[in-house]
C-alpha cells in the first residue's frame, strides 16, 4: 500500500462565494458562506487518503472551536493524526477565501499556531517519516521547519515534493533536497522573477527552477494542464545540460471552484508516486484528480475519491 507523509498547515476556510472578483476599497455583498476544513497541509492529506494510501499528518491546531472539525475531517477520511499537535499559545490557522462565479478565487492565510510548527517537532515525529515513501510540503509552515522535513526525508532516501505555496524566495539550500516542485504559473513568477503570459514563458520559468538545481519541475497550468521539466537524457552540450518539457492537457470539466485543485494534484502526484507508477504516469493522474477538485465547491469536500478519478482517466 502507498504510504505518504504531508507535513504542512491545518486550518478552517471562511468561504464567501461573490458575482466577481474584489476590488481595493470596494465593499461587495456576498452570495452564500460556508466554513469548511482545509489548509493545505490537510487539504492534501486528506486527498491522499481517499486516492487510496496510508496517510500521515503532522502540523499544529490551536485549543479553540475549530479543532473538533478540522480533526474529525481527517479522520474520517483515514488520515492518522498522530502527529497532529494541540497548541495553546496559539489559535487555529484559518484561510478567508473568495469564489467568484467563474471559479476563481483569493484567500488570505491567517497562520496562527501553523507558524509555531518547528523544526524539533518534525525530529520528535521521525517514526512517520520513516514509514512513509513519500513527503509531501507546502509554504504554510516555517521555511526551516520545511527544510529539516525535507532534510531528514532526504537522509532516509524518501521522495520529497514541494508545493511552494503561499510563494517566496527560497534557500539555495532547499533545492538539493527536492526531488519536485510544483508551482502554479503565479508561484513560477515569484520564484524566477519572469513573468509567465503563455506556455513559452512556463517553459522558461521551468528551466529556470532546473538551472537551480531542482530535480524535477511540474509547473501547474491550470486549463492548460501541467507542464514537466526534467534533464534531458541527451548527453550534455558544450553551453550545459538542456532539459525535456512536456506538456500534459487538461482533462475537460465544468469548473466550479478552483479552491484545493492544486492540492489534489499534489497529492495524487505523491500516490501515484509511491504506487511505483513512472513520472509521466503520475502526472496524469494527478491532472485528473486536479481537475475533478474543481468540479465542486469547498477545499477537502472537493477533493475526489480513487475510483472518480480512474473513471476520468478511462473516459479520456
Known amino acids: 500500500?502507498?504510504?505518504?507523509?504531508?507535513?504542512?498547515?491545518?486550518?478552517?476556510?471562511?468561504?464567501?462565494?461573490?458575482?466577481?472578483?474584489?476590488?481595493?476599497?470596494?465593499?461587495?455583498?456576498?452570495?452564500?458562506?460556508?466554513?469548511?476544513?482545509?489548509?493545505?497541509?490537510?487539504?492534501?492529506?486528506?486527498?491522499?487518503?481517499?486516492?487510496?494510501?496510508?496517510?500521515?499528518?503532522?502540523?499544529?491546531?490551536?485549543?479553540?472551536?475549530?479543532?473538533?472539525?478540522?480533526?474529525?475531517?481527517?479522520?474520517?477520511?483515514g488520515v492518522k493524526s498522530e502527529g497532529i499537535l494541540q497548541d495553546d499559545a496559539a489559535s487555529t490557522g484559518l484561510a478567508l477565501i473568495t469564489v467568484t462565479l467563474t471559479a476563481e478565487n483569493t484567500i488570505v492565510v491567517i497562520p496562527g499556531a501553523n507558524r509555531r510548527l518547528s523544526p524539533a517537532d518534525i525530529d520528535n515525529l521521525l517514526p512517520l517519516m520513516s514509514a512513509a515513501q513519500v513527503l509531501l510540503l507546502q509554504m504554510e509552515i516555517p521555511m526551516e521547519t520545511v527544510i529539516q522535513a525535507a532534510r531528514q526525508a532526504k537522509g532516509m532516501g524518501k521522495r520529497v515534493i514541494l508545493d511552494p505555496s503561499p510563494a517566496r524566495p527560497l534557500p539555495d539550500s532547499l533545492s538539493g533536497l527536492v526531488d519536485i516542485i510544483t508551482p502554479n504559473e503565479t508561484e513560477a513568477e515569484v520564484l524566477t522573477g519572469h513573468p509567465i503570459g503563455g506556455l513559452q514563458d512556463a517553459k522558461l520559468a521551468a528551466s529556470e527552477l532546473l538551472s537551480r538545481g531542482f530535480a524535477r519541475v511540474i509547473m501547474k497550468l491550470g486549463a492548460q494542464g501541467s507542464l514537466l521539466g526534467q534533464p534531458s537524457a541527451a548527453e550534455?552540450?558544450?553551453?550545459?545540460?538542456?532539459?525535456?518539457?512536456?506538456?500534459?492537457?487538461?482533462f475537460p470539466v465544468k469548473a466550479v471552484d478552483t479552491?484545493?485543485?492544486?492540492?489534489?494534484?499534489?497529492?495524487?502526484?505523491?500516490?501515484?508516486?509511491?504506487e511505483g507508477r513512472s513520472l509521466p504516469e503520475a502526472v496524469a493522474f494527478a491532472n485528473a484528480a486536479g481537475a475533478l477538485a474543481t468540479t465542486i465547491p469547498g477545499a477537502q469536500p472537493s477533493l475526489?475519491?480513487?475510483?472518480?478519478?480512474e473513471a476520468l482517466l478511462v473516459k479520456s
Do not use: I, Y
Open 236 to 250: 550534455e552540450c558544450a553551453t550545459g545540460p538542456g532539459w525535456d518539457l512536456k506538456l500534459f492537457p487538461a
Open 259 to 274: 479552491t484545493a485543485a492544486g492540492d489534489a494534484f499534489n497529492a495524487a502526484l505523491a500516490v501515484a508516486l509511491a
Open 304 to 309: 475526489p475519491h480513487r475510483q472518480e478519478v
Open 1 to 77: 500500500m502507498a504510504s505518504v507523509l504531508v507535513v504542512g498547515s491545518l486550518n478552517m476556510d471562511l468561504v464567501a462565494q461573490v458575482k466577481e472578483p474584489l476590488v481595493m476599497g470596494r465593499t461587495v455583498t456576498a452570495e452564500g458562506f460556508a466554513m469548511v476544513p482545509g489548509g493545505k497541509g490537510a487539504n492534501q492529506a486528506v486527498a491522499a487518503a481517499r486516492l487510496g494510501a496510508r496517510v500521515s499528518l503532522v502540523g499544529r491546531v490551536g485549543t479553540d472551536a475549530f479543532v473538533r472539525t478540522l480533526l474529525q475531517s481527517v479522520g474520517e477520511a
